[in-house]
């Protein structure tokens, strides 16, 4: 999980545990091997239910998880993608 001591962009920082969550920190996105294994996972099924980001979008800081997913299903054809209207506004933040 990347973690910050505050939801801002310009939070203190790392990736840890899951379960290894100090007090005072929070998660606000998924880290390079969740990025990962969601990609390979978004391989194999022939529906998607996507039910909100990986992290905080609205900071580039902690939207890497987001766009990975946003990325991986927009290459993916043939596929049939449901999102909700915030996962939307991730494929379209003017919308």
Do not use: C, H
């Not at 915030?86 to 003017?94: I, M």
């Amino acid at each position: 999980m990347v973690i910050a001591d505050k939801s801002s962009p310009d939070a203190n920082s790392k990736v840890v545990l899951a379960y290894v969550i100090p007090d005072g920190w929070m998660r606000l996105d998924i880290d390079p091997d969740l990025v990962k294994t969601f990609s390979e996972a978004l391989d194999t099924p022939k529906t998607i239910t996507w039910n909100g980001p990986k992290g905080v979008f609205e900071f580039d800081k902690f939207a890497v998880g987001t766009e990975a997913t946003t990325k991986k299903l927009a290459d993916l054809s043939g596929k049939g993608v449901t999102t909700g209207l915030r996962s939307f506004k991730q494929w379209d933040p003017g919308g």
